[in-house]
């Protein structure tokens, strides 16, 4: 399983740049796609040779594993087929395709309902039907891809799940380009005093620590308009930012990264004024 994990990781390492910068131009996101495809076959290979050591194993694989992978060539590979159809007109036309786009969605999500359900709330009495290769039972709605799936790189299901995990990630950029519609291309950000040199992700995590807190107008203000001020204030395009909170969400360690490196350092600053003051006192 640790090769495995390290595959998966490289795909993470390859793609998590083009993710968090959020731009998407038509000829990055083909050849994220094949960065993709590639790290698949490597992993498809390896599990045909090599197998797991328990269900438990294989059940992980299929469940959690395999469809992030997945998921995110669902993501890159929706939003190539969303650009290159989107059509040319104004704010009205694009509205219409936009929505029409994350009403797809929506009917996904109807027709899985219960599927939904039983992943979302972390069940896992069906686990061995549906994450286990071999086991498929036609009476748990299957979708016809299962059928010309490889059998021995798929289950009934773990495809739905990577569904599942896209569809969060292509709504927040269908809803990120609504909103870009919406304030049109012409508005520019106001002169900025200073610049923000540190990450936009550490950016947009502090602005979404600011916004939970109700620290603007009593917590009456929307994330969009909060991102938009510190935009203009330090001289930044924070990008795609719903997508990136998104990823810091989905952080399996330290999802407050850089929140504990402000606390600490504030700590520590305090610290040594107040042994300096120390000192000087006694002097």
Request: charged share 25%; with cysteine.
């Amino acid at each position: 399983m640790k090769k495995i994990l390290n595959i998966v990781q490289d795909v993470e390492d390859e793609i998590n740049s083009i993710i968090l910068e959020a731009k998407y131009p038509v000829h990055q996101v083909e050849d994220t796609i094949n960065i993709i495809l590639r790290h698949l076959t490597t992993l498809r290979k390896y599990v045909q040779e090599n197998g797991f050591k328990s269900e438990g194993d294989e059940i992980h694989f299929f469940k959690n594993v395999k469809p992030k992978v997945v998921s995110r060539l669902i993501f890159f590979n929706s939003v190539f087929k969303i650009e290159t159809k989107r059509p040319n007109g104004g704010r009205k036309i694009i509205r219409k395709y936009l929505n029409a786009e994350l009403h797809k969605l929506q009917c996904f999500f109807e027709n899985n309902l219960e599927f939904y359900k039983y992943y979302r709330t972390n069940n896992t009495f069906l686990d061995r039907k549906l994450f286990l290769r071999g086991n498929a039972d036609v009476k748990l709605n299957l979708d016809t891809f299962f059928f010309e799936a490889d059998p021995t790189f798929s289950t009934s299901h773990d495809y739905k799940v990577a569904k599942i995990i896209a569809n969060d990630m292509i709504q927040v950029y269908l809803e990120h380009q609504h909103d870009l519609n919406e304030k049109g291309t012409n508005i520019l950000p106001s002169p900025a005093l200073i610049n923000w040199t540190g990450s936009k992700t550490s950016l947009i995590e502090l602005i979404y620590a600011l916004h939970h807190s109700g620290t603007f107008d009593n917590g009456n203000v929307e994330i969009k308009v909060i991102a938009k001020a510190m935009e203009n204030a330090f001289n930044i395009d924070l990008g795609d930012f719903y997508h990136t909170y998104l990823e810091i969400r989905n952080r399996k360690v330290n999802r407050t990264k850089f929140l504990d490196t402000l606390k600490d350092t504030m700590l520590s600053a305090m610290d040594e004024q107040d042994e300096s003051n120390f000192e000087e006192a006694i002097i």
